[in-house]
């Protein structure tokens, strides 16, 4: 396929091509059914029973990924609730591999799992009682059937996700997040899933064309691409109500430190729901150093990371193996949940409300909230350094008023740190080659004198502006290690209208970390974040379709009254 360009013809990724990967072999040691749903479509539904006498508690997972797949560890996750004397149903969602009906995302999975549910029960092997578990997709689409309020359904585990999952703005207002759309031509084209054997051409302007020829190139139009160019809302995929609307249940939420955007809003249905009283004694939350995909922070750093982790034309379901046995140790501890809650076991000792295990700590915290009860605020200022260069964090603000800007070019946007999100900790980057030049703003702390512990919300209050008609605004928290390598702490975007100056409150998420003696906190500033992020065009078009772009400029108001800050949550 070519592009008409100001009557030029250009060629689009060529060395593109998509592998067909269709359902794994039947697992001999399941039962296998087609559920029924209350339209006729037929679900694939393996179940896996345990060696013992009577009707047992069941555990359900709903999941895209093919049931007898290898993304998923289906086989750990069985071999372990079979070993504790429960049932696990395991399907594909509709639309999916073995699965009948239409291949769309989201919106279905409400009362495709209340109807799995109600088939559940009426089993001679089930004793009436269900939970759910699953990370991702797999997690949403427990918030899904938990809006349905299904009697049987008694308790859900949701890990590494939230209520919006699949929104191209994770939180409304923020910059458009461009891996949705990515998704939905790897695994929601059809029933089966497509590897892609390069990435897009994201330079190509107007950036639709390159996926279009994707599309072409794939033989597929997959009808979930066209509705994420719109907007999905949540009457479309909660039409039995919100789920924090919903009777509550006992839920185990287990984020991930380093997975900001799938977590980062999860952190947001934690507060939803704690600021519900009704809600707020049923909610366990885990917090691990951890990334979406669940590798943890702590094998990272034994990891030299010096090759190339897929590859120049990886594809995009390459997905490293993770350890079966740190699988298993996670999966453990919501078997304990159950228990608790599917057997009202009394011998099971009660969860704490909130456990957690920041990063660079050995130590996992049991408490009775997050952030801790005994976290306090940490004040940093952002203030300008001499001569108008070594920009720093500081303790004190400065009297005197002042700016720093930046510049945001679409033609040269700041490059994404890694080249697949769902794997910060894996690829664990380096961000120090980011630090420097004309479109990022970089603040410096003091190194410190003794360890840091930094647990809750991370907050940027500043006055801004932009020469254009809105500014995207990426903050980073990193550590800045002493031989100058920089990592992740947490991070936060928000697009905002600051044609002229404005006051604004910046979440720059969750973070869960411990700095250690000598090392400081950097604050990057930056105003894009590509190609996970699509760009602000500088103009009214959208990046989509847009086929001239502008630079703009962005100011922040350091020193006076009026200057920005970081506010920490410390210990």
């Given at each position: 396929m070519t592009a008409q360009l100001d009557g030029r013809s250009v060629p689009l990724q060529e060395s593109m091509s998509f592998t067909h990967i269709g359902p794994g072999p039947l697992r001999g040691n399941a039962q296998h059914h087609m559920v029924r749903m209350r339209d006729g479509v037929k679900l694939a539904t393996d179940v896996y029973l345990p060696d013992v006498d009577g009707p047992v508690p069941?555990?359900?997972?709903?999941?895209?990924?093919?049931?007898?797949?290898?993304?998923?560890?289906?086989?750990?996750?069985?071999?372990?609730?079979?070993?504790?004397?429960?049932?696990?149903?395991?399907?594909d969602v509709r639309g999916k591999f073995r699965s009948e009906g239409d291949t769309v995302p989201w919106l279905n999975e409400a009362y495709d799992g209340y109807d799995t549910i109600d088939w559940i029960v009426r089993?001679?092997?089930?004793?009436?009682?269900?939970?759910?578990?699953?990370?991702?997709?797999?997690?949403?689409?427990?918030?899904?059937?938990?809006?349905?309020?299904?009697?049987?359904?008694?308790?859900?585990?949701?890990?590494?996700?939230?209520?919006?999952?699949?929104?191209?703005?994770?939180?409304?207002?923020?910059?458009?997040?461009?891996?949705?759309?990515?998704?939905?031509?790897?695994?929601?084209?059809?029933?089966?899933?497509?590897?892609?054997?390069?990435?897009?051409?994201?330079?190509h302007r107007p950036l639709i064309e390159s996926f279009e020829d994707a599309v072409e190139r794939l033989g597929i139009r997959p009808p979930a691409l066209d509705m994420h160019l719109s907007t999905v809302r949540d009457e479309a995929r909660f039409p039995a109500g919100h789920p924090f609307d919903a009777?509550?249940?006992?839920?185990?939420?287990?984020?991930?430190?380093?997975?900001?955007?799938c977590s980062g809003y999860g952190f947001r249905d934690y507060q939803a729901?704690?600021?519900?009283?009704?809600?707020?004694?049923?909610?366990?939350?885990?917090?691990?150093?951890?990334?979406?995909?669940?590798?943890?922070?702590?094998?990272?750093r034994k990891d030299s990371h010096s090759g190339d982790l897929h590859g120049a034309d990886a594809g995009s379901i390459d997905i490293p193996d993770a350890d079966p046995a740190e699988i298993r140790a996670w999966f453990d501890g919501e078997i304990q949940f159950f228990d608790r809650y599917l057997r009202s076991d009394a011998t099971v000792a009660p969860l704490a409300p909130v456990q957690y295990h920041l990063a660079n700590s050995s130590q996992v915290v049991n408490t009775t909230s997050w952030p801790p009860p005994e976290s306090k605020s940490k004040v940093l200022y952002l203030v300008d350094g001499d001569d108008n260069t070594n920009a720093r964090l500081s303790e004190v603000g400065a009297d005197e008023f002042g700016t720093l800007s930046w510049v945001h070019d679409p033609e040269a946007p700041v490059p994404s740190a890694t080249k697949f999100w769902s794997m910060l900790v894996h690829e664990y980057p380096d961000f120090s080659p980011m630090l420097t030049g004309e479109s990022v703003l970089a603040f410096h702390g003091a190194p410190q004198v003794e360890p840091l512990a930094l647990a809750g919300p991370v907050t940027l209050h500043a006055k801004v502006q932009t020469t254009g008609?809105?500014?995207?605004?990426?903050?980073?928290?990193?550590?800045?290690?002493?031989?100058?390598?920089?990592?992740?702490?947490?991070?936060?975007?928000?697009?905002?209208?600051?044609?002229?100056?404005?006051?604004?409150?910046?979440?720059?998420?969750?973070?869960?970390?411990?700095?250690?003696?000598?090392?400081?906190?950097?604050?990057?500033?930056?105003?894009?974040?590509?190609?996970?992020?699509?760009?602000?065009?500088?103009?009214?078009?959208?990046?989509?379709?847009?086929?001239?772009?502008?630079?703009?400029?962005?100011?922040?108001?350091?020193?006076?009254?009026?200057?920005?800050?970081?506010?920490?949550?410390?210990?």
């Open positions: 069941v555990i359900l997972t709903r999941l895209p990924y093919d049931k007898c797949g290898m993304i998923i560890s289906i086989d750990v996750f069985a071999e372990a609730l079979l070993e504790n004397g429960y049932g696990f149903a395991v399907q089993q001679p092997w089930s004793n009436g009682r269900v939970g759910m578990t699953g990370l991702s997709y797999t997690g949403y689409t427990q918030w899904a059937a938990l809006s349905t309020n299904h009697p049987a359904l008694r308790a859900i585990a949701p890990r590494n996700t939230n209520t919006r999952l699949g929104h191209t703005e994770m939180t409304p207002g923020a910059p458009e997040w461009s891996y949705p759309y990515q998704y939905v031509l790897d695994f929601y084209a059809s029933n089966d899933l497509y590897d892609r054997s390069a990435d897009y051409d994201w330079a009777k509550p249940i006992p839920v185990l939420l287990s984020l991930g430190f380093f997975d900001p955007y729901m704690m600021a519900d009283p009704s809600w707020r004694p049923f909610v366990h939350l885990r917090l691990s150093p951890s990334d979406h995909d669940d590798f943890r922070h702590d094998a990272a008609p809105a500014m995207d605004l990426f903050a980073t928290l990193l550590d800045l290690e002493p031989d100058g390598t920089a990592r992740f702490i947490a991070r936060g975007q928000q697009r905002l209208q600051a044609s002229e100056p404005t006051d604004v409150a910046v979440s720059v998420g969750s973070a869960g970390y411990v700095l250690e003696q000598g090392h400081s906190l950097v604050l990057l500033l930056r105003s894009s974040d590509y190609p996970d992020f699509l760009p602000l065009s500088g103009t009214s078009q959208r990046w989509w379709f847009a086929t001239h772009v502008q630079s703009t400029t962005q100011s922040i108001v350091v020193g006076g009254p009026d200057s920005a800050r970081l506010d920490l949550t410390v210990l």
